[in-house]
């Protein structure tokens, strides 16, 4: 008969336990405040109170924002303490960060002026309604550029999840999967596709006896956790078991906010009744999502503070095309083809692909050093600069000191090239310009009749549209 002691000497035990105590990645979730049901009219309050300050620097209203969320209620003061600190003004800034960029609500940055995502203010409109807060947690990725601990986990938390449940019924076996089973194997998962595997682990734990599954838990909670050479001196969190099992409550209120799955402290289920939800979320889910490795926060927050992104193939290619990472471009854009997911008619094979993008990367590093091209005096800031609007191609700087957003159409359909064009002045206008009007670019290899028009339709004159070919010569559409 098995001992509990063997339970190490089995390969597939042993290689088990051996990754496990050699990573200290996991499904990490920020802390500092629960995000379940009974929360959410907290974070609308205090979300509704930031929006009054809209556009201001923060670091000169955080004081006043922190005073007036006390005098609401939505703060309390730290027993013996009379007034906050400076420290306490850093904490309560450090945790309303946490909130809000954990749900893409706003960005709220020493450094910036405060910002309400759309996210942000459709929440604030629906009165804080949950289902808002369902659809941010649909396309929640780990790792992100808000919370980048565990890089190398690349997947959709909640959505691998909801697949995992679905693999154990409720109804067939009194519960879908336990606490102990999230802390050993889910949590550990890095990446979509390790869905079998973690079904595989939960179904041989099971046919452990419970002197086994003991054992088997004991021995990864004694294995410290060791970082760069060295044992981390944390006397809770001594070991991953240990540090996952301290985040746990954070992370299961996040992923099992949606009303279709249950957590009731020892287990996680679907119910029956919302069997066919979950069914139909998953069958989407492996139809047209797709991981995307955003460059920064504010790429991020541009992404996810959007109620209209919903993590799709073509937004992950999108990003990919407009940051000039070709790699990433084509990566997905062969996996969209493998899959049947775009839409055009007749879709460019992969050489065709990878040539037009090679094109357009070209043009642009060209015209990182060639602005003078465009127009004399005109001055490199950056290239892919970041907003929470999403990334500009180039953000340069005239003569007479106007910053200058240039937009390189990259195959864009003209409606979109100028909405995004006008949506990266207004962000400069506000963030950046202090007053001062900011102009637009867009440079195209080829120009249409449809961005002649839509171009025309604007008549803003300080809008500019040029037709750039390697010739050394670029000509001003009129």
């Given at each position: 008969?098995?001992t509990?002691?063997?339970?190490?000497k089995?390969?597939?035990?042993?290689?088990?336990?051996?990754?496990?105590?050699?990573?200290d990645?996991?499904?990490?979730?920020?802390?500092?405040?629960?995000?379940?049901?009974?929360?959410?009219?907290?974070?609308?309050?205090?979300?509704?109170?930031?929006?009054?300050?809209?556009?201001?620097?923060?670091?000169?209203?955080?004081?006043?924002?922190?005073?007036?969320?006390?005098?609401?209620?939505l703060?309390?003061?730290?027993?013996?303490?009379?007034?906050?600190?400076?420290?306490?003004?850093?904490?309560?800034?450090r945790?309303?960060?946490?909130?809000f960029?954990?749900?893409?609500?706003?960005w709220v940055?020493?450094?910036?002026?405060?910002?309400?995502?759309?996210?942000?203010?459709?929440?604030?409109?629906?009165?804080?309604?949950?289902?808002?807060?369902?659809?941010?947690?649909?396309?929640?990725?780990?790792?992100?550029?808000?919370?980048?601990?565990?890089?190398?986990?690349k997947?959709?938390?909640?959505?691998?999840?909801?697949?995992?449940l679905?693999?154990?019924?409720?109804?067939?076996?009194?519960?879908?999967i336990?606490?102990?089973?999230?802390?050993?194997?889910?949590?550990?998962?890095?990446?979509?596709?390790?869905?079998?595997?973690?079904?595989?682990?939960?179904?041989?734990?099971?046919?452990?006896?419970?002197?086994?599954?003991?054992?088997?838990?004991e021995?990864?909670?004694?294995?410290?956790?060791?970082?760069?050479?060295?044992?981390?001196a944390?006397?809770?969190?001594?070991?991953?078991?240990?540090?996952i099992?301290?985040?746990?409550s954070?992370?299961?209120?996040?992923?099992?906010?949606p009303?279709?799955?249950?957590?009731?402290?020892?287990?996680?289920?679907?119910?029956?009744?919302?069997?066919?939800?979950a069914?139909?979320?998953?069958?989407k889910?492996?139809?047209?999502?797709?991981?995307t490795?955003?460059?920064?926060?504010?790429?991020?927050?541009?992404y996810?503070?959007?109620?209209?992104?919903?993590?799709?193939?073509?937004?992950?290619?999108?990003?990919?095309?407009?940051?000039?990472?070709?790699?990433?471009?084509?990566?997905t854009?062969?996996?969209?083809?493998?899959?049947?997911?775009?839409?055009?008619?007749?879709?460019?094979?992969?050489?065709?692909?990878?040539?037009?993008?090679?094109?357009?990367?070209?043009?642009?590093?060209?015209?990182?050093?060639?602005?003078?091209?465009?127009?004399?005096?005109?001055?490199?800031?950056?290239?892919?600069?970041?907003?929470?609007?999403?990334?500009?191609?180039?953000?340069?700087?005239?003569?007479?000191?106007?910053y200058?957003?240039?937009?390189?159409?990259?195959?864009?359909?003209?409606?979109?090239?100028?909405?995004?064009?006008?949506?990266?002045?207004?962000?400069?206008?506000?963030?950046?310009?202090?007053?001062?009007?900011?102009?637009?670019?867009?440079?195209?290899?080829?120009?249409?009749?449809?961005?002649?028009?839509?171009?025309?339709?604007f008549?803003?004159?300080?809008?500019q549209l040029?037709?750039?070919?390697?010739?050394?010569?670029?000509?001003?559409?009129?």
């Open positions: 008969m098995t509990p002691q063997s339970i190490i089995d390969k597939f035990w042993r290689n088990f336990f051996e990754e496990y105590v050699n990573s990645e996991y499904w990490y979730q920020p802390k500092g405040f629960a995000i379940k049901r009974e929360t959410l009219p907290i974070i609308f309050n205090r979300l509704r109170i930031l929006a009054n300050y809209q556009g201001q620097p923060w670091d000169k209203v955080q004081r006043e924002y922190t005073a007036l969320l006390t005098k609401k209620g703060f309390s003061l730290r027993k013996a303490k009379k007034q906050y600190t400076a420290s306490d003004f850093s904490a309560i800034s945790m309303n960060k946490v909130v960029s954990n749900l893409g609500l706003a940055d020493g450094k910036s002026t405060v910002y309400i995502t759309k996210v942000g203010e459709e929440f604030l409109k629906s009165k804080g309604k949950p289902a808002i807060i369902e659809e941010q947690i649909l396309k929640y990725q780990f790792s992100n550029p808000s919370f980048p601990q565990s890089k190398s986990i997947l959709f938390p909640h959505l691998f999840l909801l697949e995992l679905l693999n154990f019924p409720e109804s067939a076996n009194g519960y879908g336990t606490r102990d089973e999230y802390l050993l194997f889910v949590s550990r998962a890095a990446s979509s596709d390790q869905v079998g595997q973690v079904i595989e682990h939960i179904d041989r734990f099971r046919k452990l006896k419970e002197q086994e599954r003991s054992f088997l838990i021995a990864v909670q004694k294995v410290p956790i060791i970082t760069e050479g060295k044992f981390r944390l006397s809770r969190r001594e070991s991953i078991f240990r540090t099992e301290l985040n746990s954070y992370a299961l209120h996040f992923l099992c906010f009303h279709y799955i249950s957590w009731k402290v020892a287990k996680i289920c679907i119910p029956g009744k919302h069997w066919q939800l069914n139909d979320l998953v069958r889910y492996h139809k047209e999502y797709f991981y490795e955003f460059d920064s926060e504010k790429d991020w927050l541009s996810y503070g959007d109620p209209t992104k919903k993590g799709t193939f073509k937004e992950a290619l999108e990003y990919y095309e407009t940051t000039s990472k070709l790699p990433q471009a084509l990566e854009y062969s996996v969209a083809l493998r899959k049947g997911v775009i839409k055009d008619q007749k879709p460019l094979n992969i050489e065709e692909y990878a040539n037009l993008r090679f094109k357009e990367k070209m043009l642009e590093d060209f015209l990182e050093f060639n602005l003078h091209l465009l127009e004399k005096g005109l001055k490199l800031i950056r290239r892919q600069f970041p907003t929470l609007v999403g990334p500009i191609d180039i953000l340069a700087i005239d003569s007479q000191k106007h200058v957003v240039i937009e390189l159409k990259k195959g864009k359909a003209s409606d979109k090239v100028m909405g995004q064009l006008h949506r990266y002045i207004g962000f400069i206008e506000e963030e950046m310009s202090k007053g001062k009007y900011v102009r637009g670019t867009i440079v195209s290899q080829e120009i249409d009749k449809k961005l002649k028009y839509a171009f025309k339709a008549k803003n004159p300080h809008l040029f037709k750039f070919q390697f010739t050394g010569k670029a000509e001003e559409i009129k």
